[in-house]
């Protein structure tokens, strides 16, 4: 069984350019997370799907983050316009169900480094 | 004060002994503890799960939870090299099942 897939592995942008990372979550996987570690800092969740419904985007940082989860398989999240501080690794996890007991896969990130 | 907190370490250890991660947390409504092992660029790796006080095992790993001290730990038995990696302790917010905090990681060493 594939794990939660990522694209692309690296990123590099400029400053106030577009960027739009993508996560393939495990088959009947409902739930999809975002979450970034920035240099030095912890992971942070931020946004939650099931299926294609936003349950929770409260650590989205800002307006320039858009996520999406169309149809309820893959999902993308859009920086736009990139700025320095989002540099960082994105990671996408996926899990079955959002009981207290959910197990969350993740996938191998995206390095997002922005000139 | 972190919400999750671990220290950075490097731990380092001899081949074949045991390694003890320790992780705090703050959330005392917190009911799902979790510890990730994560290889340097690969993506986090749940390794152990744990939801009641006590000890849970799984192969050379344990897990322990206190939830009355607000600890969890992971004993790694007969450490092996292979095991060297970060360990980051994960919990889910108290007021949201779906949510997982994370602590920094515990970068662990064993030495051959």
């Known amino acids: 069984e594939a794990g939660v897939t990522q694209f692309p592995s690296h990123s590099v942008i400029e400053k106030g350019q577009t960027v739009t990372l993508r996560c393939d979550p495990i088959s009947g996987h409902d739930n999809l997370y975002w979450y970034r570690r920035v240099m030095g800092k912890e992971i942070k969740f931020l946004l939650h799907f099931v299926k294609e419904s936003k349950q929770d985007e409260s650590g989205m940082p800002n307006n320039r983050f858009l996520a999406e989860r169309t149809g309820g398989t893959y999902s993308t999240l859009k920086v736009q316009p990139a700025e320095l501080e989002d540099s960082g690794v994105y990671f996408c996890?996926?899990?079955?169900?959002?009981?207290?007991?959910?197990?969350?896969?993740f996938g191998q990130g995206t390095r997002l480094t922005v000139v | 004060q972190k919400e999750v907190e671990q220290n950075s370490g490097p731990l380092s250890v001899p081949e074949g002994a045991i390694a003890s991660l320790n992780c705090t947390y703050s959330?005392?409504?917190?009911?799902?503890f979790f510890w990730y092992r994560q290889y340097s660029g690969k993506s986090p790796e749940l390794i152990m799960s744990i939801y009641s006080n006590g000890d849970k095992e799984d192969g050379r790993f344990t897990a322990q939870l206190n939830k009355a001290s607000q600890y969890v730990s992971l004993l790694i038995r007969d450490s092996q090299p292979s095991d060297s990696a970060t360990y980051l302790c994960a919990v889910n917010g108290g007021d949201s099942s779906y949510k997982l905090i994370f602590g920094s990681g515990t970068r662990l060493l064993v030495r051959p």
């Open positions: 996890a996926s899990s079955q169900d959002e009981l207290w007991a959910t197990e969350a896969f």
């Open positions: 959330d005392r409504g917190s009911q799902s």
